[in-house]
């Protein structure tokens, strides 16, 4: 599921103004989405006292060690161009970009539900 996720952000930024940048853009993309789900669990875990919520430092800490370790990952003996070409003759491409969606959007929710049941406007 993760190289799928991948490649749908790989499509989505081939398909915009700054197609040459798609991978690097993909991984950004792919690597906000991550934080937005860890931040969620992280939430989650604050409202039980089981830790506490991470401060700015702490934030862009997690922030850079995902970036760091998707790039790793894609990075590392080409794994993006792998993926790129097991996914490429897909021909489902409506059936890929309503996944993406889907994942963007329960990412968020979920995020936004959290954040504001923590503060107790929800």
């Known amino acids: 599921m993760f190289d ?18 798609a991978v690097i853009m993909a991984i950004l993309s792919f690597s906000v989405m991550l934080t937005t789900n860890i931040l969620t669990v992280w939430g989650i875990l604050v409202q039980y006292s089981l ?10 800490i997690l922030f850079s060690i995902i970036i760091g370790v998707v790039f790793v990952y894609l990075f590392f003996k080409g794994k993006y161009k792998k993926i790129v070409d097991k996914y490429k003759q897909e021909q489902r491409d409506l059936f890929g ?7 963007v959007s329960i990412s ?13 406007k929800l």
């Open 108 to 120: 968020v929710l979920c995020f936004l539900g959290e954040a504001l049941y923590r503060q107790g």
């Open 97 to 103: 970009n309503i996944i993406l969606l889907l994942y």
């Open 4 to 21: 799928y996720l991948y490649y749908r952000f790989y499509r989505l930024w081939l398909k915009s103004s700054i197609a040459e940048g």
């Open 51 to 60: 830790i506490s919520y991470p401060s700015d430092c702490e934030y862009w």
